[in-house]
């Protein structure tokens, strides 16, 4: 058994959750979130908390287990808080404007890249070499903040590029001048 799946899940004032056999919606006041949940668990009411029961007892159920657990409580904090995801531009000359609800970012090429949110994403700068993606949805605004990363990933050699706030980017050292050298 999964000791996260076992966990019961608080559901706190103001959120709604409305269960439909394994289809689950929760209302919130940053919006509303909708999910299919495998038929290998159940998901029950009992008072103020969702509890995650498994089917059965093979490997495919233990699997999905913890994971529509963690997922069902990401939904309500989604919906209740909303989640962040800070990105950093380092180096010389790189920088991100905001131009509506798009982000430009001029980190290097010789052209700009132009980055649109999809729907229930918020991007915003800080700045120019801040950046925050915003949202209800926590992959959304993961899959949001990886695909701005890999515009410009951070160089190994000399750290510039974009990066998760608080990454660390392990610097390699540059080719050591050997003896004889002139």
Do not use: W
């Amino acid at each position: 058994m999964s000791r996260i799946g076992k966990m019961p899940i608080k559901v706190p004032l103001g959120i709604k959750v409305d269960i439909n056999g394994n289809d689950v919606t929760v209302k919130g006041p940053k919006g509303t979130l909708s999910r299919s949940f495998r038929p290998e668990v159940t998901i029950n009411r009992e008072g103020d908390y969702l509890v995650v029961a498994p089917v059965g007892t093979d490997k495919a159920t233990r699997a999905f287990f913890g994971l529509s657990r963690t997922l069902l409580d990401n939904m309500i904090v989604g919906v209740k808080d909303g989640f962040d995801k800070n990105l950093e531009i380092v180096g010389v000359g790189m920088r991100a404007d905001k131009d509506g609800d798009k982000v430009v970012f001029k980190v290097g090429f010789s052209h700009s890249v132009t980055v649109a949110p999809p729907a229930g994403i918020t991007l915003s700068v800080d700045g120019t070499t801040k950046v925050k993606v915003s949202g209800i949805n926590k992959e959304d605004v993961g899959q949001m903040a990886a695909e701005i990363r890999s515009i410009r990933k951070p160089d190994h050699y000399m750290g510039k590029g974009i990066r998760y706030a608080g990454e660390y980017v392990r610097i390699k050292p540059g080719k050591a001048i050997g003896k004889g050298a002139k």
